[in-house]
């Protein structure tokens, strides 16, 4: 048999490749610093590729807590990016524009009264028969509002006030009295002019004095007081109003709205105890850094839960807050889609810093956390800290002994973080709700401090398409979106919104020092100046959503809440003493 010839397979390799490879091989065989030459270039090569950074890692999972390496999530921070957004370290150029407003020095607080508004020594304002007794609801900040809203419709009603009663029964179980929070004596004397105003009750002929309870419609106007509780004050002499939460009306003549603001900007001071530690806190703050951020960020599970939104936490999320949920038992069921569309579902932690990041503050800023338990814990704080490493709390910047004769009372707790969010350069919220409003109003009462309120329905657009943008767009988005929820002078129209957020008819005008200082730039012209190399790209019908944010402000009336005695809550409009939902979790 022919014997079969092995065959050799050789590499099929271009004949034009081959003889490159023959023609540089005889070639560097003849010349060695030739070929030491290529080998330096192919070394420097090598090196360079192994020491260059690793493209950005993209996380494509919706949920914030999915981000379980906090500290490599600098670059990486967006749900569904591509590898054009990249978020940048530092802010941006706005400088010291970003801690302050170029025309709040043109504005101040003005709350005393006319002289044409009786006070309490008046002889027509002499009534010592009539005693009204204030029950308030919720936790700190709302009963803030109850305290200051009292005080007001004992000068309408002509009445003695006897100092509020706080809740002590709600969801926050604070045994706390008024003295414990407030500076009792303070609050009498200040508003002397203004009210009588008395500790507690004394027993007359040896008899206590058994008040008659009853309750008032929600924003009761002055004429509503007088109709609905005067005569039943005149004929029962003691009249205590029950859940006395937003039971007076928004819009009130000046005098009274100035009455107001006496209240709440100067009557209501905390104890001496709670504003030594807080301001603690603040000067620890400061030694950190000359300028610091305070967020409040409200993503407690029940506030989660109760928001009926849905953070892309899957069916263990649906599961955890679906179970809190359920303990308000004729909460209706919500569309998680349609609140977060509309606005009403708070950012989550990484959404507020790349807001923060977007408006210009750089992962070198100092940030003071004002919260209690995060939903996720610090998986979900994760993203906020790789953007903003400077992170702080009243927990890590006081030791458990100093925090000791606080920690067991949450509206204790609550006057801690009050006091740094309202002493802070910049104060950013997460939901409107009550602890937001009164910072809010109070900023703007004391020189129009920055204030953040996160304009929820467009940046929850775009967040959702942010993967298809590069960084630069999408913080202009951002800036532009946030026009008017600044904390600037004359954001909102006055009387719009609620009077705690916008105390308007308590802020005066330096009109003379206006004029001397010429024409002041628009918003717009701040974000334009502050941000040319942001690649502006606002079409007109985007302009024209900005137009529409600033001029329509709504009433904040669309998710009523009311809590019964029982602890269920019925939704709907029109039902006696609803509350908002912000309104509820907010302190």
């Known amino acids: 048999m022919r014997r079969k010839k092995r065959e050799t397979k050789r590499p099929n390799i271009p004949a034009a490749v081959l003889h490159w490879i023959l023609f540089t091989r005889h070639y560097l065989v003849r010349f060695p610093l030739l070929t030491a030459f290529f080998g330096f270039l192919l070394f420097l090569f090598a090196a360079f590729a192994f020491l260059s950074p690793l493209p950005p890692i993209i996380n494509h999972h919706n949920h914030s807590s999915q981000l379980k390496n906090g500290a490599k999530a600098e670059e990486s921070t967006l749900s569904k990016e591509t590898s054009s957004f990249r978020v940048p370290r530092s802010g941006g150029r706005l400088g010291s524009h970003l801690w302050s407003s170029r025309s709040s020095k043109f504005y101040y607080g003005c709350s005393n009264a006319s002289e044409s508004f009786e006070n309490a020594a008046a002889d027509t304002r002499k009534k010592s028969d009539r005693y009204l007794l204030i029950a308030t609801s919720g936790g700190l900040n709302q009963q803030r509002t109850g305290i200051?809203?009292?005080?007001?419709?004992?000068?309408?009603?002509?009445?003695?006030?006897?100092?509020?009663?706080?809740?002590?029964?709600?969801?926050?179980?604070?045994?706390?009295?008024?003295?414990?929070?407030?500076?009792?004596?303070?609050?009498?004397?200040?508003?002397?002019?203004?009210?009588?105003?008395?500790?507690?009750?004394?027993?007359?002929?040896?008899?206590?004095?058994?008040?008659?309870?009853?309750?008032?419609?929600?924003?009761?106007t002055p004429t509503c007081y007088l109709t609905k509780v005067l005569p039943v004050l005149n004929k029962k002499h003691v009249v205590q109003l029950g859940k006395f939460d937003y039971r007076l009306s928004n819009r009130l003549d000046p005098d009274l709205q100035k009455l107001r603001c006496r209240v709440n900007y100067h009557a209501l001071k905390f104890t001496d105890t709670i504003l030594e530690m807080g301001k603690k806190l603040v000067q620890r703050m400061r030694m950190k850094s000359e300028h610091f951020i305070a967020l409040h960020l409200r993503f407690e599970p029940d506030m989660l839960a109760f928001s009926g939104c849905y953070f892309g936490g899957g069916e263990k999320e649906r599961m955890e807050l679906g179970k809190i949920r359920r303990r308000w038992k004729s909460l209706h069921a919500?569309?998680?889609?349609?609140?977060?569309?509309?606005?009403?579902?708070?950012?989550?932690?990484?959404?507020?810093?790349?807001?923060?990041?977007?408006?210009?503050?750089?992962?070198?800023?100092?940030?003071?956390?004002?919260?209690?338990?995060?939903?996720?814990?610090?998986?979900?704080?994760a993203p906020l800290k790789a953007l903003f490493p400077n992170f702080h709390s009243k927990e890590t910047l006081a030791s458990m002994r100093e925090l000791a004769p606080f920690s067991s009372f949450s509206s204790r707790m609550a006057a801690l973080d009050f006091i740094v969010c309202d002493e802070?350069?910049?104060?950013?919220?997460?939901?409107?709700?009550?602890?937001?409003?009164?910072?809010a109003g109070r900023r703007r009462y004391f020189g129009h401090k920055p204030t953040i309120r996160p304009n929820a329905k467009k940046l929850y657009k775009l967040f959702m398409s942010r993967h298809n943008k590069t960084w630069e767009e999408f913080a202009s988005r951002v800036r532009t979106h946030q026009i008017g929820f600044m904390g600037e002078p004359n954001e909102v129209k006055p009387g719009r919104g609620e009077f705690h957020e916008n105390p308007s008819s308590c802020i005066c005008e330096d009109s003379a020092a206006k004029a001397r200082a010429g024409p002041t730039p628009t918003p717009q012209n701040r974000v334009d100046e502050g941000h040319k190399d942001g690649k502006e790209n606002i079409n007109k019908n985007e302009t024209g959503d900005v137009t529409d944010e600033l001029s329509i402000e709504d009433d904040q009336d669309l998710t009523d809440m009311d809590y019964v005695d029982n602890g269920t809550a019925v939704k709907g409009k029109g039902l006696p003493g609803e509350m908002l939902l912000e309104e509820f979790f907010s302190d």
């Open 148 to 220: 200051t809203d009292g005080v007001v419709a004992a000068y309408i009603l002509n009445a003695t006030l006897v100092v509020p009663k706080l809740d002590q029964k709600s969801f926050w179980n604070d045994s706390s009295d008024f003295a414990q929070i407030f500076d009792v004596d303070w609050f009498i004397s200040f508003l002397s002019k203004d009210v009588t105003i008395i500790k507690q009750l004394h027993a007359k002929g040896g008899k206590a004095l058994n008040p008659y309870r009853m309750r008032v419609p929600r924003k009761c």
């Open 424 to 439: 802070s350069d910049v104060f950013s919220t997460n939901n409107n709700g009550n602890m937001a409003k009164i910072l």
């Open 334 to 381: 919500s569309n998680p889609d349609k609140e977060r569309r509309q606005g009403r579902c708070p950012l989550t932690p990484e959404e507020v810093g790349l807001m923060l990041r977007a408006l210009g503050f750089g992962s070198d800023v100092h940030l003071y956390v004002a919260s209690g338990e995060v939903y996720g814990g610090e998986e979900t704080l």
